[in-house]
Antibody
């Protein structure tokens, strides 16, 4: 069964850091691009970051550029999101999603995890 | 920056056809993807590359894209189709390339 399982969310104070993880199974992880997408409570979807199959291409939304870092470990079938200098507006459910191809551009996201909640509050 | 505009809500009776639009500047030149999200659940890809369906998605779901508007069409609507629907494109037109989602459309089955 193809599956993505996110972890690492929680309550964190503004300005602090958090690292999210996504464990993949049921497919050849290093053949595909991966993404993080977030959804603030009651709001729509927002793409956060994407990474190509070999980490050679990486992109970020303007809202997180310079604060968040995406990475992957193909040997461990895992995707990560290091989030620094967190702000209240980063509060959201963070989804891990698989791209349909090796590059992170153009190709739709065909598998999604159930998400991990990040709450930034003092 | 590239903007995708969706109507906030669409209502349709069971058995009828629902059409959800996604507007964007010359969107017909881009590949549009559509996602369904039911309450408390993760999004599910229902149409990719304008009009292709992933395996397991009913043929009732179809898509088109031309000019400044892409459309997701759901034929013979069922109660289980009630959900939020989001369109998505890859924006390579600006200096900062990125993925863009529409604001979402809530489909209500009357």
């Amino acid at each position: 069964e193809v599956q993505l399982v996110e972890s690492g969310g929680g309550l964190v104070q503004p300005g602090r850091s958090l690292r999210l993880s996504c464990a993949a199974s049921g497919f050849t992880f290093d053949d595909y691009a991966m993404h993080w997408v977030r959804q603030a409570p009651g709001k729509g979807l927002e793409w956060v970051s994407g990474i190509s199959w070999n980490s050679g291409s990486i992109g970020y939304a303007d809202s997180v550029k310079g604060r968040f870092t995406i990475s992957r470990d193909n040997a461990k079938n895992s995707l990560y999101l290091q989030m620094n200098s967190l702000r209240a507006e980063d509060t959201a459910l963070y989804y891990c999603a698989k791209g349909r191809d090796s590059g992170y551009a153009d190709y739709a996201f065909d598998i999604w995890g159930q998400g991990t909640m990040v709450t930034v509050s003092s | 920056s590239y903007v995708l505009t969706q109507p906030p809500s669409v209502s349709v009776a069971p058995g009828q056809t629902a059409r959800i639009t996604c507007g964007g500047n010359n969107i017909g030149s881009k590949s549009v993807h559509w996602y369904q999200q039911k309450p408390g659940q993760a999004p599910v890809l229902v149409v990719y590359d304008d009009s292709d369906r992933p395996s397991g998605i009913p043929e009732r779901f179809s898509g088109s894209n031309s000019g400044n508007t892409a459309t997701l069409t759901i034929s013979r609507v069922e109660a289980g189709d009630e959900a939020d629907y989001y369109c998505q494109v890859w924006d390579s037109s600006s200096d900062h390339q990125r993925w863009v989602f529409g604001g979402g459309t809530k489909l209500t089955v009357l």
